[in-house]
């Protein structure tokens, strides 16, 4: 299959007139390696127009069996392209191969996921006071707008585009500027598969430009975001001008929580990843370790350790586990924020500098000393940069994980169940996980609570998401 990189629109990859080209660099080497036209607002309206004639005149009608027959073969075709898909995510944003791959194979299980899931997402039959018969129906809402972030691509437009289609909605796909190439390619293996032209179109381009295009487009009828807090915010407030519907995933400063009676050595030894993977460059990172004093010292050590082992280096090699950072305004960024942290004279255990003459690869950053009012321990800044921090009480350590206007992810390590559950209830955040990393499964609601955003992806929650529920009553 020949994939371009013009837009995708109407079952075409088209090649771009005149909109503005954006260079494509490969944030391990630098080098300039491709162009990506961005969508012209002519392009836009015609992607958003394709998109509401094929839902009206096929997809919003395709049965049930034959929807979830083509999301099976999407799924196929994810598998069959996953070498050019995962490689295109490595040179795009600098991802290790070894995490491309699975971020591929994670996106083909999210559209068997969905293609399962349509023939079980159905509405409820409700035992009305007046008698007669009462019943829901679950409605597709039309042209759904996703706009998905560089530091993720693949997956997140997948958890976006296959919920979105299984529910009967025709998607316009808008990818990050950095990491267009995977979001293009899933527009064609998608049309290959026997998904009807207009269903999904994918425009590439500047969030400014195009994606506000597409949020003020009168036939767009939800917006899925992820991005940073200001930009969802900036969506919200477009959106509400015609009530549209939205969902935002937005940032976060994700806490991790060490109690002094948890296995020691296997929270220091996975907790590192937990904020170093993806360069830091995730909206779950555990930037914000809290540890009970008991044991500070101790957890710092063998933090400490395990950070130096981590392997720092070339994407396109099997045993890197940190790649460089997305950019250069990226880099610079995080190292703004080390040197406040050096200037306030907090300590820098490990890491922080530049670590390749080429390419945007900063080693992992381990910051102590920091105060609860210090910017790096604040704000979120997406690099490998983790700040640990001792606490004495619980209720205290409570207050101070939610002083904080996000509310993503988070763990906590402990062996005491009650506590486990106890801490767990009274965090502020949409996902934690008790005595792991992990944030993300495909069969669980996935979202923030406060600034980190609204509405929740994966799951039968982001089914409901790109639906309308109606009433129907039969008087007998
Ligand atoms: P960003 O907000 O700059 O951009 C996200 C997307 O929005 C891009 O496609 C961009 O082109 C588009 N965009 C930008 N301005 C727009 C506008 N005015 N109107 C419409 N679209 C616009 O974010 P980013 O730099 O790509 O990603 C990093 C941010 O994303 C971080 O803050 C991170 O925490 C967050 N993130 C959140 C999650 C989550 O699930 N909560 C997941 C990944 C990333």
Redesign the pocket.
């Known amino acids: 299959m020949k994939i371009d990189f013009g837009p995708f629109i109407n079952g075409e990859s088209r090649i771009a007139r005149g909109g503005k080209r954006s260079p494509l660099i490969n944030p391990a080497t630098e080098q300039t390696w491709g162009e990506m036209p961005g969508a012209t607002p002519a392009e836009v309206d015609a992607a958003v127009n394709g998109a509401h004639r094929t839902f009206e005149d096929t997809w919003r009608d395709c049965t049930p069996g034959k929807r979830a027959d083509i999301l099976f073969a999407i799924a196929r075709g994810i598998r069959e392209n996953a070498a050019a898909l995962a490689e295109a995510d490595v040179n795009c944003i600098g991802k290790p191969i070894s995490d491309a791959r699975d971020e591929v194979a994670l996106g083909a299980k999210i559209f068997e996921y969905y293609a399962g899931a349509i023939g079980k997402f159905g509405g409820q039959t409700i035992p009305v006071a007046a008698g007669g018969f009462d019943f829901t129906i679950r409605q597709p809402l039309g042209v759904v707008a996703a ?6 691509p693949f997956p ?1 437009a997948c958890w976006k585009v296959a919920p979105a289609l299984a529910a009967g909605n025709c998607v316009v796909l ?6 267009p190439v995977s979001a293009v390619m899933l527009g064609a293996i998608a049309h290959h598969a026997g998904l009807p032209a207009g269903a999904l179109q994918v425009l590439a ?4 430009a ?3 295009a ?2 003020t487009h009168p036939l767009v009828r939800k ?1 899925s ?8 915010s ?2 919200m407030e ?1 959106a509400a001008r015609d009530i549209k519907r939205i969902s ?5 400063k994700s806490p991790n929580i060490v109690f002094a009676d948890a296995d020691l050595e296997q929270a220091a030894a996975k907790s590192p990843m937990s904020v170093f993977a993806n360069a830091g ?5 555990r930037s914000r370790v809290f540890v009970e004093r008991k044991v500070f010292d101790a957890f710092v050590d063998r933090f400490v350790a395990a950070t130096k082992t981590i392997v720092v280096g070339d994407p396109r090699d099997e045993k890197t586990q940190v790649g460089p950072l ?1 950019s250069a305004e ?1 880099r610079k960024m995080v190292e703004g924020f080390l040197d406040g942290a050096r200037n306030d004279r907090r300590r820098v255990a490990c890491g922080g500098t530049r670590c390749s003459d080429r390419g945007y690869f900063i080693a992992p950053a381990v910051v102590l000393d920091c105060e609860p009012a210090d910017r790096i321990w604040r704000e ?1 800044v ?1 690099g490998p940069v983790v700040c640990i921090r001792p606490f004495d009480d619980e209720e205290e350590m409570i207050r101070e994980v939610n002083d904080s206007p996000y509310g ?2 988070g763990s906590l390590w402990t062996r005491d169940i009650g506590r486990a559950l106890r801490v767990a209830r009274r965090v502020e955040s949409g996902v934690l996980s008790i005595n792991s990393n992990s944030s993300v499964h495909v069969e669980a609601p ?3 609570f406060k600034q ?2 609204m509405g929740r ?1 994966l799951g039968m929650a982001a089914m409901e998401g790109y639906t309308e529920l109606k009433n129907v009553y039969v008087a007998s």
């Open positions: 706009i998905v972030p560089w530091n993720f997140i808008k990818p990050a500027k950095p990491s381009g500047a969030g400014s195009v994606g506000e597409l949020v917006i975001f992820t991005g940073s807090t200001a930009v969802g900036r969506i477009l935002l995933e937005l940032g976060g460059q995730d909206c779950c990172a997305v990226q979120e997406f993503l992810s996935f979202g923030g980190s955003g992806d």
